[in-house]
C-alpha cells in the first residue's frame, strides 16, 4: 500500500521559516514534489525534485526541495515566509518515468495535506 505522509506544517510569522517533510512508502518514485492550494484558488505547483530541484516563480530564491532516497523523504525547507505563502500543501509522487512535471494532473499519489498559516 503506498502511502504519502507529510509533516511539519504550522503557524509562523512573516519572514520566518518551516520546514514540511513527506515520507513516501510501499515503493519508489520517479519524482516528488510539493503543491499548494489556498481557499477559494485552484492548488498550484511549488517545488518537485527527481535529480535537482524544481521551483514555481513565486518561492524561487525562498524554497528549497530536497530528497533523501534512503529514507524515501522529500523536504521542503521554506524561508522568508509571505502571508500569501498560506495554504494546504500537499506531497506529490510521479511513478512514471519522465521528466519533471508541473501539472498537478502528472502526479498519481498524494499526502493528506499539511496547513501552513503565515501571519502578517
Known amino acids: 500500500q503506498v502511502q504519502l505522509v507529510e509533516s511539519g506544517g504550522g503557524l509562523v510569522q512573516a519572514g520566518g521559516s518551516l520546514r514540511l517533510s513527506c515520507a513516501a512508502s510501499?515503493?519508489?518514485?520517479?519524482?516528488m514534489g510539493w503543491f499548494r492550494q489556498a481557499p477559494g484558488k485552484e492548488r498550484e505547483f511549488v517545488a518537485a525534485?527527481?535529480?535537482?530541484?524544481y521551483y514555481a516563480d513565486s518561492v524561487k530564491g525562498r524554497f528549497t526541495i530536497s530528497r533523501d532516497n534512503a529514507k524515501n523523504t522529500v523536504y521542503l525547507q521554506m524561508n522568508s515566509l509571505k502571508p500569501e505563502d498560506t495554504a494546504v500543501y500537499y506531497c506529490?509522487?510521479?511513478?512514471?518515468?519522465?521528466?519533471?512535471?508541473?501539472?498537478?494532473?502528472?502526479?498519481?499519489?498524494w499526502g493528506q495535506g499539511t496547513q501552513v498559516t503565515v501571519s502578517s
Open positions: 525534485f527527481k535529480w535537482s530541484g
Open positions: 506529490a509522487a510521479d511513478s512514471r518515468l519522465r521528466g519533471v512535471r508541473i501539472t498537478a494532473s502528472a502526479y498519481d499519489y
Open positions: 510501499g515503493r519508489t518514485f520517479n519524482a
